[in-house]
């Protein structure tokens, strides 16, 4: 158990809705990351939050979202789905803003229909 | 741009053998840092090293050792002795080091499928 959690586990929904992906980070850590795995794109960053702050962006849609707040959990929003938004979602913690190990969490599975 | 490559999409092996993981990285920073994580078929993604660019001094921890080689950009990864357990998708990946504009942002390989049969 790497001490982050993500809910809901998984997540079935139909094109064109919105959803809301969260993430407890473990105790200690501010940074927090998410990350999107699907076949043809393999693990792909999508956002990092440092101590409430947004530091680093990758390929992320504009349908996309994510927040960290003041107690340092995370929110990843993704909206008007489509089918090829279903993935797997990881959040990630490490401890500082930079080149630490993170500690993924367990993974939402979302399934867009 | 940072670049990952795992050219091995999957290996198989009999218990007990050796197996090395290859790992080429791209970068034009002069510092970062290199991972590995373990994906089992449970699904979540297991921390396993992380190693600096200044040190390349090979590691062991137990069954698992560590390969680094600035001069090949390479950093594979061997399991010795394998076992059932150890059937996993491997995946290596890259961050900056302090100062660089992508944070802790990791840029990961396609990831090598290792089945190790009884």
């Known amino acids: 158990d790497s001490g982050v959690t993500q809910t809901p586990k998984h997540l079935i929904t139909a094109t064109g809705q919105r959803v809301t992906l969260r993430c407890s980070p473990r105790?200690?850590?501010?940074?927090v990351y998410w990350y999107q795995q699907s076949l043809d794109q393999g693990l792909q960053f999508l956002i990092q939050y440092y101590n409430g702050e947004e530091r680093a962006k990758g390929n992320i849609l504009e349908r996309f979202s994510a927040q960290q707040f003041p107690d340092l959990h995370s929110e990843l929003n993704l909206s008007s789905l489509e089918l090829g938004d279903s993935a797997l979602y990881f959040c990630?913690?490490?401890?500082?803003?930079?080149?630490?190990?993170?500690?993924f969490g367990p993974g939402t599975r979302l399934t867009v229909t | 741009a940072q670049k990952v490559t795992q050219a091995q999409t999957e290996i198989s092996v009999v218990e007990k053998e050796d197996v090395t993981l290859d790992c080429v990285y791209e970068t034009r920073d002069t510092t970062y840092y290199l991972f590995w994580y373990k994906q089992p078929p449970s699904g979540e993604l297991v921390f396993l090293i992380r190693?600096?660019?200044?040190?390349?001094q090979n590691e062991i921890s137990g069954r698992y050792s560590w390969n680094f080689q600035k001069s090949t950009s390479s950093f594979n990864f061997t399991i010795t002795a394998s076992q059932v357990v150890d059937s996993a998708v491997y995946f290596c990946a890259l961050s900056e080091a302090w100062g660089g504009t992508s944070y802790g942002k990791l840029t990961f390989g396609q990831g090598t499928i290792l089945t190790v049969h009884p």
């Open positions: 105790s200690g850590d501010l940074s």
């Open positions: 190693r600096n660019s200044f040190d390349e």
């Open positions: 990630a913690s490490s401890v500082g803003v930079y080149s630490h190990e993170q500690y």
